[in-house]
């Protein structure tokens, strides 16, 4: 089957907790649509850019096998769509399920409303929790920020701002949220347009719950007041049921938890999604509260119901406060979660370390390092230069000579290689190999890094040195797979990946202010193949336009 999405992208004046702002999204709303497909299934997303800036479309954690360049990173795997542009994305979804999101790539553009929920149904996945659940329900969290990313992102590099991210103004649920006007006088906020999300949920039913991070920094504590979830699923991936109370997820990682609507003396219950602050530099003099809330309401026919949103509904439960440390947030990035469908990581054939940090005291501005290196977009997509340069089809076109080196460097790529002023840090997997990957995270905080492409296995995590004497004695056991992993600060995490999906791979911390700070590498797996991708024409005209 083939699924056509039709996206226009524009500016709009738009108020998700009743604070006026400027957002980019997708056909005028916010959150952007959902695309659902099954497994198998062709999908056709024709996007027209009426928006001011360039804009790219990526479908987080999508393998793209053999479709690379479809894979919607800007200035990596693809040009970007100039504003009054369209583009065309065309790929199958042939051999995954589960929880996905999609987001603009480009700049920080995703957190002005740029994003949606991508689920994929398949039967394998039915056969193994179909059983479990009445009602399929999407929820996105996030933080919220009541201005647009370009300017809290000029800010953030500004010398002087060394550490200091731009702390949220509130966060979301579904696109929704409380928020008290009074707090911001003068400002347009619109107190009746502060609206909490409500779920209407039919009684003694179970609903799954896909939550999604669509958020730009902030960890979040996600939790239904007096319902226990049960952990499913996390990044695609089905887990051996696990009961928790509170749900800890950070930036782009996506679980499934399933709760059930048999909770009796009362028929409101809030639902929270709390913004960690322990990685906030400053507290926010405007958000006072931290706790965004949402509102589960039993209802008796959830059809009968049209009421998303609604500033007058409260509950008046509690939170879970005083349960067992193990049930109120578990560590879910450690080996304690386990997929239900075992697989066993094979043993790695090369193994690379990265130094990921902040420069430290540099004019005190926030520039990311990947083993010295900070990303900077290239002058045109990488894969554009590669193909350029493999394709038979393109043989005559001018081969810049940067383009060698491009291809057949691991390692820092220092300024100008690239064309202008850019350095990017790239390893070069020739061939087919179990690749090892040690992040050690130099830095104070904590990074959600995610790999384009793969789901990877994590082999083990931990804070202070890399025990190197170790290493080999890790468990491959069916250990945890997934496609975004939060590195504590100080912190080490070792994944692996089977490099068998060529093209050109971004690992990047997915907080947007690091991002955009040059907290990114690339795996370029397999660069031979590249010449046999049949990118349409339509692509290569992105950087020819350019
Ligand atoms: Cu969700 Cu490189 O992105």
């Known amino acids: 089957t083939t699924r056509i999405y039709n996206f226009t992208i524009s500016e709009v004046t738009g108020w998700p907790d009743g604070y006026n702002r400027t957002l980019t999204v997708i056909n005028g709303q916010f959150p952007g649509p959902l695309i659902e497909v099954n497994m198998g299934d062709r999908l056709i997303i024709n996007v027209q850019n009426n928006g001011v800036n360039m804009t790219t479309i990526h479908y987080h954690g999508l393998y793209q096998n053999g479709t690379n360049y479809m894979d919607g990173t800007y200035q990596i795997s693809q040009c970007g769509i100039p504003p009054g542009s369209s583009f065309t994305y065309n790929f199958t979804v042939p051999d995954q399920y589960g929880t996905y999101w999609y987001h603009s790539h480009y700049s920080t553009q995703y957190m002005d409303g740029v994003i949606g929920p991508l689920v994929i149904h398949a039967q394998e996945e039915d056969d193994l929790i179909g059983n479990m659940y009445d009602y399929d329900q999407v929820v996105l969290v996030s933080d919220w920020y009541h201005g647009l990313s370009q300017g ?13 991210e731009p702390v949220p103004d509130n966060g979301l649920i579904n696109g929704g949220a409380y928020f008290d006007c009074s707090l911001t006088p003068g400002d347009t906020c619109y107190q009746q347009d502060a609206n909490r ?65 048999n909770v009796t003396g009362t028929d409101n219950f809030w639902v929270r999604a709390e913004l960690d602050q322990y990685c906030f530099a400053t507290t926010n003099p405007v958000l006072v509260d931290y706790s965004i809330t949402g509102v589960l309401n039993y209802v008796s026919d959830a059809n009968s119901v049209a009421l ?70 290239a002058f045109e997509s990488n894969l554009y230069q590669a193909y350029r340069m493999l394709s038979p089809s393109l043989s005559s076109a001018v081969v810049d000579n940067n383009s060698t080196e491009l291809l057949n460097t691991t390692g820092p790529l220092p300024l100008g290689v690239l064309g202008g002023d850019q350095s990017q840090y790239i390893i070069n997997v020739p061939d087919y190999q179990v690749v090892d990957l040690l992040i050690n995270n130099l830095d104070d905080g904590s990074h959600p890094f995610h790999l384009h492409g793969y789901k990877f296995w994590v082999m083990g995590t931990g804070t202070g040195v890399f025990p190197y004497n170790d290493y ?33 791979w971004p690992l990047h911390c997915h907080i947007t202010w690091h991002l955009e700070a040059g907290l990114l590498m690339q795996f370029e797996i397999q660069p031979s193949k590249i010449a046999q991708f049949q990118p349409p024409a339509a692509w290569a005209q992105l950087c020819a336009a350019q």
């Open 472 to 504: 080999g004695d890790f468990n491959t056991t069916n250990p945890m797979r997934r496609d975004t992993l939060q590195v504590q600060a100080y912190g080490w995490a070792l994944i692996r990946f089977v490099a068998d999906n060529a093209g050109f």
């Open 308 to 377: 998303p949103y609604s500033n007058n509904i409260t509950a008046s439960t509690a939170s879970w406060g005083d349960v067992p440390a193990n049930l109120l947030c578990l560590d879910l990035n450690n080996t304690s979660i386990e997929p239900m469908v075992a697989m066993q990581a094979p043993d790695a054939t090369v193994f690379y370390r990265i130094d990921a940090g902040f420069m430290i005291g540099a004019y005190a501005i926030d520039l990311a390092y990947i083993n010295g290196t900070t990303w900077k977009p």
């Open 197 to 261: 999300t409500a779920f209407n949920f039919e009684q003694n039913k179970t609903y799954r719950l896909r939550v999604i991070n669509t958020g730009a920094f902030a960890d979040i504590e996600f939790s239904v007041d007096e319902h226990p979830l049960t952990l499913v699923e996390g990044d695609g991936v089905l887990i051996a049921p696990t009961t928790l109370h509170k749900l800890a997820i950070a930036v782009a990682q996506r679980y499934s938890v399933l709760i059930t609507t």
């Open 152 to 164: 809290y992102m000029a800010a953030y590099l500004a010398s002087g701002n060394e550490n200091v």
